[in-house]
């Protein structure tokens, strides 16, 4: 912990002054929000396998000799989790001789002072969240850690922009990115560009309802767009959503003349990646999530270790029914 | 001069030279053309490396294609397609397309 602005501050002594939590302040944390688009797979399994199945042409004009004809064709696909960890370690007995002394203890064992459940019940778990929004899920592209050293943020997992990336980078890609040209600054003409992106799925999927994922730049500039393109929306409550401050509610506004709503996301950054599934096509694998809502807590002398791990993995189990814009490919 | 054995009048042995001369600088100036065009297919396959995507050339620079195929105007068009579509490719490099990216050209070996 770092409290050496409050110590040069206010001193390095505690005064009990009536000063508690409630002076204390916490800064907003982001939620995670795109985890919730994913439909759940529990499973012990870190590499999860599934298959497809696909029958061709069978129907075939009548003749009196036998013509068998169709195959069914069975296609593997694998969805993996990888192993995430929180190893905190701290030192309670410095808030003594501060502003903040009233989160100490007399208790010897430091796991028990206030601040050890303060640290976690307002501040861990919510931390946590925010992590995974903002660089694993999307962003997130899996490198193995070096040993005795934090692995680097955004390297935990292979998050949306991999996967779908990594598809689209094979010669033999199952996913074909939509050249859509460069995305319109002009709210109605970016709307446009939705519908005519959501025009071109192709017909096997495209009238299964989609969420159309963007940044929440763009999630905004639809929404505008769309409004000033119809007007229609005033009294529709689902078409003037806006993110709330706490990042708890989705951006989402329909796309006219079709099943599809698109969605803004905290996760995607700035990425002008454009990319929409259906419900069914969105799947997250989860191991010990219990874990993710709970830690272990030892003292070891005068030293508090807190500490967790889970798995998390998502997946596209049939790429063909994802489809994207041809923007932010890079791997 | 019919007969390689007869001898030549001076004048007629330059004309000989000299049309052996021209005609060698011919060969030699094909040649270096079809070099030339081998050159660039090699930097763009050097390029490529051990990459399995298409390298496609433009104006001297080469374009690493980011997708293995791409729907454009309704059209599916793989990356090796685009080897063959210069027009194409040069309508992506003129659009900025994110599907091409731009790689340093490989340095010649010493």
Redo the contacts between chains.
């Keep these: 912990m770092d409290i050496q602005e409050i110590q040069t501050e206010w001193g390095i002594y505690y005064r009990d002054g009536g000063q508690n939590l409630a002076r204390v302040l916490k800064k907003q944390y982001l939620s995670s929000q795109t985890e919730a688009l994913f439909g759940l797979i529990p499973t012990d399994d870190t590499s999860y396998q599934l298959a497809i199945a696909e029958l061709s042409r069978v129907l075939q004009p009548f003749q009196l000799g036998w013509t068998p004809l169709g195959d069914l064709k069975v296609s593997p696909i694998t969805l993996t989790q990888t192993p995430f960890k929180v190893d905190i370690e701290e030192n309670p007995d410095k808030l003594e001789n501060s502003w903040l002394g009233f989160l100490a203890d007399k208790n010897l064992n430091r796991a028990e002072w206030p601040f050890v459940r303060y640290l976690v019940e307002e501040h861990l778990y919510s931390r946590m969240d925010e992590d995974y929004e903002l660089n694993e899920i999307y962003f997130g592209k899996f490198a193995a850690p070096t040993p005795g050293t934090p692995g680097a943020a955004g390297t935990g997992m292979d998050g949306i922009r991999t996967l779908i990336n990594r598809e689209i980078a094979s010669p033999t890609s199952r996913i074909t990115p939509i050249a859509m040209g460069a995305i319109p600054t002009d709210p109605k003409a970016f709307c446009e560009y939705i519908e005519a992106f959501v025009d071109k799925f192709t017909l096997r999927y495209r009238g299964q309802a989609m969420e159309v994922c963007m940044n929440l730049t763009l999630a905004r500039r639809y929404a505008k767009g769309r409004h000033e393109k119809y007007k229609t929306d005033i009294a529709d409550p689902t078409a003037r959503k806006i993110l709330d401050g706490t990042g708890a509610a989705l951006l989402t506004s329909p796309i006219e003349f079709t099943n599809h709503t698109v969605v803004g996301l905290l996760s995607m950054g700035d990425s002008m990646k454009i990319w929409a599934t259906n419900k069914d096509n969105r799947k997250r694998m989860a191991k010990k999530t219990v874990n993710t809502k709970q830690v272990r807590i030892e003292s070891a002398k005068r030293q508090v270790s807190i500490y967790t791990d889970f798995y998390k993995g998502l997946g596209f189990p049939i790429p063909e029914a994802l489809f994207t814009n041809e923007q932010d490919l890079t791997l | 001069m019919d007969n390689p054995n007869a001898i030549l009048s001076l004048e007629d042995r330059f004309a000989l030279l000299e049309a052996q001369f021209n005609k060698a600088t011919e060969e030699s100036a094909a040649k270096d053309a079809v070099i030339a065009a081998q050159d660039v297919q090699l930097a763009a396959a050097n390029a490529q490396g051990a990459g ?2 298409s390298v496609v050339s433009h104006e001297g620079k080469h374009y690493q294609v ?7 105007d ?1 059209k ?1 068009i793989k ?1 090796t397609d685009l080897k063959a579509d210069a027009e194409l490719v040069a309508k992506l490099v003129a ?5 091409l ?1 731009l790689i340093e050209t490989p340095k010649a070996k010493a």
Aim: hydrophobic share 50%; glycine share 6%; proline share 6%.
């Design positions: 399995a995507l980011l997708a293995g195929k791409f729907s454009l309704d599916v990356h659009d900025k397309s994110p599907l990216l």
